[in-house]
């Protein structure tokens, strides 16, 4: 147990040097690889950060302990594979790199995908609603430039051709409003549906702790 706190408090020390695999001389040598291995695990980083980290501190001609790290790195990945985290990283939109060991990975992955599902439901009333201010803002481009040709449609100096053209593109821009008008009526509808469906699934989420 002491072992376990002190990981935690050593990882906690290196972790503003170490949020990158990039490391200086001085940090190749004087850092405690098990306390970066358990870092790395907590975050939930790959057998590929350790390879960054080698050839980093290769350049300085060290060589990382490699045991301490993997050691580290097994208690950090522990921490890292728990429901908890699993639903906060699905949740969030994080990947899940196949990390886990066999015992803790079923019920890490139930709850990611739990969280993951959460994370696609709201992107689809999040991407309905974007949608809906995209096409309003094209409305009312639309309408700006409208009220600038029919000034131009009544002004003396505008002559008949022109007036022709003008006579067009309002029609034109009439046309597209009328769609973009109907295609908002339709995203309002999808996005009362999705949201009633992120509303019902947030509140079964209750049911399993989440």
């Not at 695999?21 to 358990?38: F, K, L």
């Not at 990390?99 to 992955?109: K, N, P, Q, R």
Request: net charge negative; with cysteine; glycine share 10%.
């Amino acid at each position: 147990m002491n072992r376990n706190w002190n990981l935690i408090w050593m990882a906690l020390m290196v972790l503003g040097l170490n949020g990158c695999a990039s490391m200086s001389g001085d940090e190749c040598i004087t850092s405690d690889w098990a306390a970066i291995g358990y870092e790395d695990g907590a975050r939930g980083y790959t057998t590929d950060r350790i390879t960054e980290r080698r050839k980093a501190c290769a350049k300085h001609g060290v060589t990382p302990d490699f045991a301490a790290y993997q050691s580290g790195r097994e208690q950090g990945l522990a921490e890292y594979c728990q429901p908890g985290r699993g639903f906060n990283v699905g949740s969030n939109g994080g990947r899940y790199n196949g990390i886990c060991s066999v015992d803790l990975e079923a019920d890490f992955l139930e709850a990611y995908n739990a969280g993951r599902h959460l994370y696609i439901l709201r992107g689809n009333v999040n991407r309905a609603s974007s949608a809906i201010n995209s096409k309003q803002n094209e409305i009312d481009r639309i309408k700006d430039d409208m009220r600038m040709k029919e000034a131009a449609l009544i002004s003396d100096e505008t002559t008949t051709e022109e007036r022709v053209l003008l006579l067009v593109d309002l029609k034109d821009h009439s046309e597209r409003t009328g769609q973009l008008e109907a295609e908002i009526q339709d995203l309002y509808e999808q996005r009362a549906y999705s949201q009633a469906e992120l509303d019902n699934y947030q509140v079964a989420l209750l049911d399993y702790g989440y």
